[in-house]
């Protein structure tokens, strides 16, 4: 779980004092963001619950590591993807294997799927779909492009920021957000077919 | 304004040529709508979009839909309070 830190790690000297007030003052106003990212990945409440719970008293425990005045948001996010690879992701009720085969296929035929690639659907169907529909067709995502549209699209984290979190090099995080909209599309599409929506 | 009362010059003039239907380049042009709205995108990139933006339909209909769906995700889309107990967990073990 330390490889999660790995390029962070510093000297930072933190007094018991200075451990507490930084933990409070920078890693607690994200605890939200970190539940509803959790919630995200695990797509099961208990799991999240232990995700938010392990990630906090690791960034507690590592906390020397953290250097004040950099992105505590993005050192957290970055914490608590790593935990859910390590730890979550074996136990996630998704079908990871489904998830790797088409991960690993869409991203061979990047190049190819976008000369080619368009959804049929329009803005105005879009409008007329409510939360619940967009975060399940967020939800029908592999768990890799559910990710990255909600560091983007839901947290705002930039692309640079996004490369830390998920230790990928920046032309990687661009394609594979381009690669996870279009998915998203075609799953937008699937809801406003359904609802009569697109008609 | 009222176009008719004035004299179209040349640059107007060019502006007004037809709406282009098909985008010939349209994946180049949907990374570069994305680069946009994500605040991601070169000055070279803003720069051409601002050029061409109100020129091709695809585009302008491309640019539309991938806004909402953003804004979608953005706003529409639930977001819960952590759980009172999660908190009181992380408080009590770091305490300890």
Same mark, same amino acid.
């Given at each position: 779980?330390?490889?999660?830190?790995?390029?962070?790690?510093?000297?930072?000297?933190?007094?018991?004092?200075?451990?507490?007030?930084?933990?409070?003052?920078?890693?607690?106003?994200?605890?939200?963001?970190?539940?509803?990212?959790?919630?995200?990945?695990?797509?099961?409440?208990?799991?999240?619950?232990?995700? $938010?719970?392990?990630?906090?008293?690791?960034?507690?425990?590592? /906390?020397?590591? !953290?250097?004040?005045?950099?992105? @505590? *948001?993005?050192?957290?996010?970055?914490?608590?993807?790593?935990?859910?690879?390590?730890?979550?992701?074996?136990?996630?009720?998704?079908?990871?294997?489904?998830?790797?085969?088409?991960?690993?296929?869409?991203?061979?035929?990047?190049?190819?799927?976008?000369?080619?690639?368009?959804?049929?659907?329009?803005?105005?169907?879009?409008?007329?779909?409510?939360?619940?529909?967009?975060?399940?067709?967020?939800?029908?995502?592999? $768990?890799?492009?559910?990710?990255?549209?909600?560091?983007?699209? /839901?947290?705002? !984290?930039?692309?640079?920021?996004? @490369? *830390?979190?998920?230790?990928?090099?920046?032309?990687?995080?661009?394609?594979?957000?381009?690669?996870?909209?279009?998915?998203?599309?075609?799953?937008?599409?699937?809801?406003?077919?359904?609802?009569?929506?697109?008609? | 304004?009222?176009?008719?009362?004035?004299?179209?010059?040349?640059?107007?003039?060019?502006?007004?040529?037809?709406?282009?239907?098909?985008?010939?380049?349209?994946?180049?042009?949907?990374?570069?709508?994305?680069?946009?709205?994500?605040?991601?995108?070169?000055?070279?990139?803003?720069?051409?979009?601002?050029?061409?933006?109100?020129?091709?339909?695809?585009?302008?209909?491309?640019?539309?839909?991938?806004?909402?769906?953003?804004?979608?995700?953005?706003?529409?889309?639930?977001?819960?309070?952590?759980?009172?107990?999660?908190?009181?967990?992380?408080?009590?073990?770091?305490?300890?």
């Amino acid at each position: 779980m330390l490889v999660a830190m790995s390029e962070t790690i510093t000297t930072n000297e933190y007094t018991d004092d200075l451990r507490y007030e930084v933990f409070n003052r920078e890693f607690m106003p994200h605890i939200d963001s970190m539940y509803n990212f959790a919630f995200r990945l695990t797509m099961d409440e208990d799991d999240a619950n232990d995700l $938010v719970q392990d990630t906090y008293l690791k960034a507690f425990r590592f /906390i020397s590591s !953290f250097e004040q005045g950099t992105n @505590a *948001k993005a050192w957290l996010f970055r914490i608590l993807k790593n935990s859910f690879i390590n730890d979550y992701r074996k136990k996630s009720k998704e079908p990871s294997k489904v998830d790797y085969q088409e991960v690993e296929t869409t991203y061979n035929s990047e190049e190819a799927s976008d000369t080619t690639y368009t959804v049929d659907l329009r803005a105005d169907a879009v409008q007329e779909l409510i939360g619940d529909e967009v975060a399940n067709a967020l939800n029908a995502l592999p $768990v890799d492009f559910r990710t990255v549209i909600i560091l983007c699209d /839901i947290e705002g !984290f930039t692309y640079e920021e996004m @490369a *830390k979190i998920l230790d990928i090099p920046i032309g990687t995080v661009r394609s594979r957000l381009h690669r996870a909209r279009n998915l998203l599309k075609e799953k937008l599409k699937s809801y406003a077919s359904s609802m009569g929506y697109d008609s | 304004m009222n176009a008719s009362l004035t004299t179209p010059s040349i640059t107007e003039e060019a502006q007004k040529q037809p709406m282009k239907q098909k985008c010939e380049h349209h994946a180049e042009c949907m990374k570069v709508i994305q680069a946009i709205l994500d605040d991601e995108a070169t000055e070279a990139e803003k720069d051409h979009f601002r050029e061409n933006m109100d020129k091709c339909l695809p585009c302008i209909e491309s640019y539309r839909l991938e806004k909402c769906i953003k804004d979608s995700l953005s706003f529409k889309i639930e977001k819960k309070p952590c759980p009172q107990s999660i908190l009181t967990t992380i408080i009590s073990k770091i305490n300890s």
